[in-house]
């Protein structure tokens, strides 16, 4: 069997990394941008950051900013009705998973209309070709969707959120600048963080995992372990790691899938709006909890990444808990909740359990798994 991995053309990694942006624009022939970011990220000037570069440059560009936490097929639809009223060649996409999803699925339908009712792209769908050229901007460090080929559109009809996979969707530019996220707020460091997190755990021990993948994302554990404390404190050490650190994650997990965190995660997201970090996070150690017995040696790796000593003299079942711990421990730390009592509503966890069930995430867990031990597991957590 073959492996394959795919990642972006081109990245920038560093402190004032976002003034390549210009440079690519031109360097590709690209003539006008139509700039994807959130209405708070504008709101509060981040945005500014991006578009100066543009404005000094003397390049054109258009800003859509239509995009909601969770962005909805809605959103999508009028963001490809901006591209094509802006004569725009190219999106640069600013801000959190949100807008780069947003940025994703705006491209991939403009050039692949057929599927410009949104929710025809769910799964792996049949494009044929690859989107407009998106530069991929992140402002925080969790989703890692500037190198991934996965993007979430919310149907807010059916109250569940689409993964989408299209290796035609990754960004052909990534620019990773720490000072981009430098003004996030604490819980959404946090939140993302654990985010990031998660997809290096659950990449590193899903069914599709390779050599390949498992170096980026035990990689991604010991970065994210020794950095996320600090940005969460704003240091700028701390910042940079977890630039890098969920970056690295993404190019793991962007080829090799996730799993049933994840599941659980997003109709949490899409029934109640629940942040997506906080929710991984929450999640996290139970699943691993759950996990457990169907992968091997790989928790001690896990819980030496994290920073865990003497993994190497601990029995299997030791090295497990210890790997538990420290996930919990550094949730505690930066003030994600310890569980989905104020969250779940009791009545809708056969829902849950379904759509949990029914995410494309599902498959690549470690362990089977039924719906009536993913609604056990959102039990175990009220």
Not at 14 to 30: D, L, M, T, V
Not at 136 to 162: F, H, L, Q, S
Not at 304 to 320: H, S
Request: proline share 5%; aromatic share 6%; with cysteine.
């Amino acid at each position: 069997m073959a492996n394959r991995f795919v990642l972006n053309e081109t990245s920038y990694h560093g402190k004032g990394a976002i003034k390549e942006i210009a440079s690519e624009i031109k360097a590709r022939g690209f003539a006008k941008a139509l700039v994807c970011s959130d209405p708070d990220l504008i709101k509060f000037g981040v945005t500014k950051k991006v578009t100066d570069v543009l404005d000094a440059a003397g390049i054109a560009y258009d800003i859509f900013s239509d995009i909601k936490p969770n962005p909805t097929i809605e959103n999508v639809q009028n963001g490809v009705k901006a591209f094509k009223e802006s004569g725009a060649d190219c999106i640069v996409a600013v801000g959190g998973g949100s807008s780069m999803d947003t940025a994703k699925a705006i491209g991939i339908i403009i050039e692949n209309p057929e599927f410009a009712d949104v929710r025809s792209l769910e799964g792996v769908a049949p494009t044929k070709n690859k989107c407009t050229p998106i530069i991929a901007v992140p402002t925080t460090a969790g989703t890692a969707a500037e190198v991934t080929i996965n993007y979430v559109i919310t149907d807010d009809e059916k109250n569940r959120k689409m993964v989408c996979v299209d290796v035609h969707d990754i960004p052909v530019v990534a620019v990773v600048d720490p000072d981009m996220m430098a003004t996030m707020p604490k819980s959404l460091t946090a939140a993302t963080g654990m985010d990031a997190l998660t997809h290096a755990i659950e990449g590193y021990i899903t069914a599709g995992a390779w050599e390949l993948s498992d170096m980026f994302h035990i990689k991604a554990i010991e970065i994210i372990a020794k950095s996320l404390r600090g940005a969460v404190e704003n240091t700028d050490e701390g910042r940079e790691g977890m630039a890098l650190g969920q970056y690295i994650a993404g190019m793991g997990f962007s080829n090799v899938g996730l799993g049933i965190v994840h599941s659980m995660a997003h109709p949490l997201g899409a029934l109640y709006d629940t942040p997506h970090g906080v929710a991984n996070a929450i999640i996290l150690p139970t699943v691993m909890e759950y996990n457990a017995p169907a992968t091997g040696e790989k928790y001690r790796d896990i819980a030496a990444a994290m920073g865990v000593a003497g993994t190497a003299d601990m029995t299997t079942e030791e090295a497990r808990a210890a790997a538990i711990n420290a996930v919990k421990q550094l949730s505690l730390d930066v003030g994600i909740p310890a569980d989905l009592k104020d969250i779940v509503k009791p009545e809708d966890l056969d829902f849950l359990a379904e759509s949990a069930y029914a995410d494309a995430c599902r498959p690549g867990n470690p362990r089977e798994t039924s719906v009536e031990e993913i609604k056990a597991l959102y039990q175990k957590l009220l």
